[in-house]
């Protein structure tokens, strides 16, 4: 059940017009029902996963706040250890063993498992994580009423690609009855708006572009190498982005308020900053969960880096299991070593150079390019596919606009404009504070006609980070 179908949007308005009508309790209850019947779409013996995992980590935080002080770590221990072995086994476990394999020669084909992923593991273990951390450090109080956390973990707008909510931000909003007033209703329906454009308009035109070119198996020439590179990095911002946009629009009409997981990642102008805005749910979790429990920057400059490493390699893995991942992963934090030790080494000159005008410009085109560069073995297949792809980017070619095709060209103007003349946010505001109701309402029927055209030529695009 996609976000960008019909059935979605016919599941999602029956689901608000029966919870308005429902009362604090009975609509927690109908809420995490719909939420499993939302996931029994993708896969009914996986209900069977989500039911274990609520209930493992409602039990385990209660067995946490209610332990004595010297049995609490072995609790939490044991709670993160239940999370990983369940992530470990659906996600990792054919990678090891393929891997051990072909390390040390061996026939281990009996070993391999016939394991489907389940859909949104990686999010809903982690924020169990979360959950069961918090509960030991006693940033949140265990959960006694297992509907208010089962819903926290199966809230279905972000149940099987986040963004990752934390404790303290789902459990406050958890009791009042619902209600919606006309900014709640704006805000909700241009979070989703904007969402489906950016899902439907640019990032499956950018798809196209991108799985012509990765699904080759010959070389190329460069221009079809950037141009099948640039395509990618476009489509998977546009596409995580314009999920988590209509994710955050769908839970604001249900009366939750999900904090922001993209701001405008690809106009910053150092690594650390384009870390600061993108997929910010899943960077402050490896910082709060992993960085910081490591010792972050506190313990030495050599370890520091070695916590960049260790962070962005698991980082990297979090997204799949393959040594391509592993390398995006530990390129990352290789680059946010390189940029610490700038920012305590670099001359000072040329450091408050960059923060300025032409500085500013060259950060942001270094920094892109890097990011960029980083795309190609996150996307590529293997290790071959990746150094193929480089040899193409570096095989001199000749450069002509109209080889480019015009709707690439198109989007990309459009998106930076848009990027550019909205960084604070100002068309949100005006349309929060100046649009009424009834001009709002006319606005989205037209953009929703014009979206209809979209999403009937691209339905079969889905969206990148059901795979993670």
Same mark, same amino acid.
């Given at each position: 059940?996609?976000?960008?179908?019909?059935?979605?949007?016919?599941?999602?308005?029956?689901?608000?017009?029966?919870?308005?009508?429902?009362?604090?309790?009975?609509?927690?209850?109908?809420?995490?029902?719909?939420?499993?019947?939302?996931?029994?779409?993708?896969?009914?013996?996986?209900?069977?996963? &989500?039911?274990?995992?609520?209930?493992?980590?409602?039990?385990?935080?209660?067995?946490?706040?209610? !332990?004595?002080?010297?049995?609490?770590?072995?609790?939490?221990?044991?709670?993160?250890?239940?999370?990983?072995?369940?992530?470990?086994?659906?996600?990792?476990?054919? $990678?090891?063993?393929?891997?051990?394999?072909?390390?040390?020669?061996? %026939?281990?084909?009996?070993?391999? &498992?016939?394991?489907?992923?389940?859909?949104?593991?990686?999010?809903?273990? $982690?924020?169990?994580?979360?959950?069961?951390?918090?509960?030991?450090?006693?940033?949140?109080?265990?959960?006694?009423?297992?509907?208010?956390?089962?819903?926290?973990?199966?809230?279905?707008?972000?149940?099987?690609?986040?963004?990752?909510?934390?404790?303290?931000?789902?459990?406050?909003?958890?009791?009042?009855?619902?209600?919606?007033?006309?900014? %709640?209703?704006?805000?909700?329906?241009?979070?989703?708006?904007?969402?489906?454009?950016?899902?439907?308009?640019?990032?499956?035109?950018?798809?196209?572009?991108?799985?012509?070119?990765?699904?080759?198996? !010959?070389?190329?020439?460069?221009?079809?190498?950037?141009?099948?590179?640039?395509?990618?990095?476009?489509?998977?911002?546009?596409?995580?982005?314009?999920?988590?946009?209509?994710?955050?629009?769908?839970?604001?009409?249900?009366?939750?308020?999900?904090?922001?997981?993209?701001?405008?990642?690809? &106009?910053?102008?150092?690594?650390?900053?384009?870390?600061?805005?993108?997929?910010?749910?899943?960077?402050?979790?490896?910082?709060?969960?992993?960085?910081?429990?490591?010792?972050?920057?506190?313990?030495?400059? &050599?370890?520091?880096?070695?916590?960049?490493?260790?962070?962005?390699?698991?980082?990297?893995?979090?997204?799949?299991?393959?040594?391509?991942?592993?390398?995006?992963?530990?390129?990352?934090?290789?680059?946010?070593?390189?940029?610490?030790?700038?920012?305590?080494?670099?001359?000072?000159?040329?450091?408050?150079?960059?923060?300025?005008?032409?500085?500013?410009?060259?950060?942001?085109?270094?920094?892109?390019?890097?990011?960029?560069?980083?795309?190609?073995?996150?996307?590529?297949?293997?290790?071959?596919?990746?150094?193929?792809?480089?040899? %193409?980017?570096?095989?001199?070619?000749?450069?002509?606009?109209?080889?480019?095709?015009?709707?690439?060209?198109?989007?990309?103007?459009?998106?930076?404009?848009?990027?550019?003349?909205?960084?604070?946010?100002?068309?949100?505001?005006?349309?929060?504070?100046?649009?009424?109701?009834?001009?709002?309402?006319?606005?989205?029927?037209?953009?929703?006609?014009?979206?209809?055209?979209?999403?009937?030529?691209?339905?079969?695009?889905?969206?990148?980070?059901?795979?993670?």
């Amino acid at each position: 059940m996609l976000f960008d179908t019909l059935q979605y949007w016919i599941f999602f308005a029956t689901v608000l017009a029966i919870y308005g009508s429902l009362g604090v309790r009975s609509g927690r209850g109908f809420l995490v029902f719909v939420s499993f019947v939302f996931y029994g779409f993708w896969e009914l013996k996986f209900l069977i996963l &989500l039911a274990g995992s609520t209930a493992f980590n409602y039990f385990s935080g209660i067995a946490i706040e209610s !332990a004595p002080e010297n049995r609490r770590r072995i609790w939490l221990i044991l709670s993160i250890s239940g999370n990983l072995l369940v992530l470990g086994f659906f996600k990792y476990y054919n $990678f090891f063993v393929e891997s051990f394999a072909q390390l040390f020669g061996l %026939d281990l084909d009996s070993f391999i &498992l016939n394991i489907i992923l389940p859909v949104g593991v990686s999010f809903f273990t $982690f924020e169990g994580v979360a959950y069961n951390v918090d509960v030991y450090h006693k940033k949140v109080q265990a959960r006694r009423n297992l509907l208010d956390f089962a819903l926290f973990l199966s809230f279905f707008p972000h149940l099987v690609a986040g963004p990752i909510i934390r404790p303290h931000d789902f459990f406050p909003q958890v009791g009042p009855k619902w209600r919606i007033d006309a900014v %709640d209703f704006k805000w909700g329906m241009m979070q989703i708006i904007k969402g489906l454009i950016k899902k439907c308009v640019f990032a499956d035109v950018f798809a196209v572009h991108a799985n012509t070119y990765f699904a080759q198996t !010959a070389a190329s020439g460069q221009i079809t190498a950037l141009i099948g590179v640039l395509s990618f990095g476009m489509q998977i911002y546009f596409d995580f982005a314009g999920y988590t946009d209509i994710a955050r629009g769908c839970a604001r009409l249900l009366g939750f308020k999900f904090p922001p997981n993209f701001e405008r990642p690809y &106009l910053t102008s150092d690594i650390s900053e384009f870390w600061r805005k993108w997929h910010i749910s899943l960077s402050t979790w490896l910082r709060d969960y992993l960085y910081i429990p490591l010792g972050g920057n506190r313990k030495g400059m &050599l370890n520091t880096y070695r916590n960049y490493l260790i962070v962005m390699g698991l980082g990297g893995l979090w997204h799949g299991a393959s040594w391509n991942f592993l390398i995006w992963g530990l390129f990352h934090g290789c680059l946010l070593s390189a940029h610490r030790l700038w920012l305590d080494f670099g001359p000072a000159k040329i450091r408050s150079w960059m923060q300025h005008n032409l500085g500013a410009v060259f950060g942001w085109m270094l920094t892109m390019i890097l990011v960029f560069i980083g795309w190609i073995p996150f996307r590529a297949t293997d290790w071959h596919q990746t150094t193929r792809i480089f040899a %193409d980017l570096l095989t001199p070619g000749t450069y002509n606009l109209t080889s480019i095709p015009t709707e690439l060209l198109v989007l990309t103007g459009i998106s930076l404009a848009y990027c550019l003349l909205d960084h604070k946010r100002w068309l949100e505001q005006w349309i929060e504070s100046r649009i009424t109701l009834l001009h709002f309402s006319i606005t989205a029927g037209f953009a929703l006609w014009f979206l209809s055209l979209f999403m009937q030529r691209n339905s079969a695009i889905p969206f990148l980070y059901f795979q993670f």
